[in-house]
């Protein structure tokens, strides 16, 4: 599995963003606001692990928020935890998530679509809903 090894300066983006939320995160850390961005630029400077240690936590906070499973779903996906992917996702589409051509175009669930789960994931979505996807199947 490719793995994406940014290396952080302390002059990067990403270094600013990571410390920036680190420090808010001080004073009340489950600060939800701080937490989703954080968990964000973790994943864009390559720091995988951290980011999904925030989104298992954004997930206790917020169990019911299809966007943060959805998150989870691509933390574990870019670790190679295909299992606990799957299950973050569908838990996201059962609580309402629907950006199915976000879902399609994801560089982060690259190793989820290649997995034969994924088409029927979406399938059995799809059967039950009787709505077009983002693959363009109308069902």
Same mark, same amino acid.
């Given at each position: 599995?490719?793995?994406?090894?940014?290396?952080?300066?302390?002059?990067?983006?990403?270094?600013?963003?990571?410390?920036?939320?680190?420090?808010?995160?001080?004073?009340?850390?489950?600060?939800?606001?701080?937490?989703?961005?954080?968990?964000?630029? #973790?994943?864009?400077?390559?720091?995988? !692990?951290?980011?999904?240690?925030? $989104? /298992?936590?954004?997930?206790? +906070? &917020?169990?019911?928020?299809?966007?943060?499973? #959805?998150?989870?779903?691509?933390?574990? !996906?870019?670790?190679?935890?295909? $299992? /606990?992917?799957?299950?973050? +996702? &569908?838990?996201?589409?059962?609580?309402?998530?629907?950006?199915?051509?976000?879902?399609?175009?994801?560089?982060?669930?690259?190793?989820?679509?290649e997995d034969r789960r994924y088409k029927e994931l979406i399938s059995?979505?799809?059967?039950?809903k009787g709505v077009k996807n983002g693959m363009g199947r109308t069902?």
């Amino acid at each position: 599995m490719k793995k994406n090894k940014k290396s952080l300066n302390k002059n990067s983006a990403a270094y600013f963003e990571i410390e920036f939320f680190e420090k808010l995160l001080k004073d009340n850390s489950n600060y939800v606001d701080a937490l989703v961005p954080l968990a964000e630029a #973790y994943t864009k400077a390559g720091q995988y !692990s951290n980011g999904l240690l925030i $989104d /298992k936590r954004l997930a206790k +906070l &917020k169990p019911d928020d299809p966007t943060i499973q #959805y998150n989870l779903s691509c933390s574990c !996906s870019l670790l190679g935890q295909l $299992d /606990k992917a799957f299950s973050a +996702l &569908k838990k996201a589409i059962a609580l309402g998530y629907n950006d199915f051509q976000h879902l399609d175009n994801d560089p982060d669930l690259f190793y989820l679509r290649e997995d034969r789960r994924y088409k029927e994931l979406i399938s059995d979505f799809v059967k039950q809903k009787g709505v077009k996807n983002g693959m363009g199947r109308t069902i």
